[in-house]
């Protein structure tokens, strides 16, 4: 079965600091891998896409990091801010074309 | 560039109602997907269009659940009769592909469904 495990499920962490999530993935054959940004009443956003052969993308103070050989991959947030309060959600791409969604891990940065 | 828009934005009804929910895709985007997010939960496919024809409907529960994207633009979705674990986010996506093959998905703001 083709499954997207992610943790933790949620985390506080104070402003300022920094953070990773975690993407564990069963999902296969990968094409590649996307974190999407979630809003509170909104749909979600693309952060990064990585293809198989990437290691790792940053966009912004967002970091992914992607290793497909354990099948796992990270999202580091650098310097919380308190907008970075959202669901942060991973996404495997296989089979060209189908998307297999984790559950997200929420996040909530207080001052 | 205007994004992906979806009407309404909420909606309460009881359950054994009909209900159905709009999406416009970004222009020139051919596929074009229906995502069910229950609370706590990421989204569920429901089903995927290229243009007008249907690529994946397998998580469909088609004996409530039907869809149509009439000249491959617009699409709808509609639940009849609705059941109390319909209550979710239903979230409308669509897609291009890049010169490198990626499809990079855009999402609509979501229609929130309570089904009391």
């Known amino acids: 079965k083709n499954q997207v495990e992610q943790s933790p499920q949620s985390l506080i962490i104070l402003e300022g600091k920094n953070c990773t999530l975690q993407?564990?993935?069963?999902?296969?054959?990968?094409?590649?891998l996307r974190w999407y940004k979630q809003d509170t009443g909104r749909g979600p956003v693309s952060l990064t896409i990585m293809t198989f052969s990437e290691n790792t993308k940053s966009n912004g103070r967002y970091t992914a990091t992607l290793d497909a050989d354990t099948k796992q991959s990270s999202l580091h947030i650098t310097a919380s801010q308190l907008s970075d309060s959202a669901s942060y959600i991973c996404v495997v791409i296989f089979n060209d074309y189908k998307l297999s969604f984790g559950a997200g891990t929420t996040v909530t940065v207080r001052a | 560039e205007a994004g992906v828009a979806q009407s309404p934005r909420y909606k309460i009804i009881e359950k054994r109602q009909s209900v159905a929910f709009w999406c416009n895709p970004i222009s020139g985007h051919a596929t074009l997907y229906w995502y069910q997010q229950i609370l706590g939960q990421g989204p569920k496919l429901l089903i995927q269009f290229q243009n007008n024809g249907v690529v994946d409907d397998s998580q469909l529960p088609k004996d409530r659940f039907s869809a149509e994207r009439l000249k491959g633009v617009d699409s709808t979705l509609k639940i009849q009769p609705a059941k109390l674990e319909d209550s979710a986010v239903y979230l409308c996506?669509?897609?291009?592909?890049?010169?490198?093959?990626?499809?990079?998905?855009?999402f609509g703001p979501g229609t929130r469904l309570l089904v009391l």
């Open positions: 993407c564990n993935y069963t999902v296969s054959p990968f094409s590649n």
């Open positions: 996506a669509s897609s291009y592909r890049d010169r490198s093959f990626q499809e990079t998905q855009y």
